[in-house]
């Protein structure tokens, strides 16, 4: 029953990810909020957490999407459109600072790879970040087929 209960959540919030693609839908902040509830179901059955593992992981897990999202932003900003519009100086701090960053991304990527292991068994860590991986995949297809994207590979894998 359980299971039933875990797995019609799991569909019921899968099926609002389309409305994340929707313009006007309940605002920008409502569709994430949606989408972030999704992300939480999908990987709670994915890597089966208990309650008591959902306790500990969650906290740590939102602490490294923060971080992991902040370091996402950073990189964004240090890119150029153009480099030809930057002297060969400029282009290369902005190189210079993008490989810093990405170091910092390898680096926070160990250190909660330790803090998983601290909630989670090692086989859990692995499926969280599958998991991860399929989600996005997943909802990337969606957005795209709500918007008439091109279509998708099937039978792709990670």
Same mark, same amino acid.
């Given at each position: ?5 875990? %797995? ?13 693609? *929707? ?6 902040? +409502?569709?994430? %909020? ?10 709670? @059955?994915?890597? %089966? ?5 959902? *306790?500990?992981?969650?906290? !740590? ?25 930057? %002297? ?6 902005s190189l210079t600072q ?5 170091q910092q991304e390898v680096?926070? @990527?160990? @250190? ?6 601290? !909630?989670?068994?090692?086989?859990? !860590? +692995? ?11 997943? #909802?990337?297809?969606? #957005?795209?087929?709500?918007r008439g994207g091109p279509?998708?590979?099937? +039978?792709?894998?990670?």
């Open positions: 029953m359980k299971y039933l209960f875990r %797995s019609l959540l799991l569909l019921w919030l899968l099926a609002a990810i389309p409305a994340v693609a *929707q313009p006007g839908a309940g605002g920008r902040q +409502g569709r994430m %909020s949606q989408l972030e509830n999704a992300k939480i179901a999908y990987i709670t @059955e994915k890597i %089966s957490l208990t309650q008591d593992q959902a *306790q500990r992981f969650w906290p !740590v897990y939102n602490e490294f999407t923060a971080k992991r999202r902040d370091l996402n932003r950073r990189m964004r900003e240090t890119r150029t459109n153009d480099p030809d519009a930057l %002297s060969e100086a400029q282009v290369k701090e993008a490989l810093a960053l990405r680096n926070l @990527e160990k @250190e909660y790879f330790d803090k998983f292991q601290k !909630v989670l068994n090692i086989r859990q !860590v +692995g499926k969280l970040y599958q998991a991860e991986r399929q989600f996005t995949k997943e #909802v990337i297809r969606r #957005v795209a087929d709500h279509p998708t590979t099937p +039978g792709t894998s990670d």
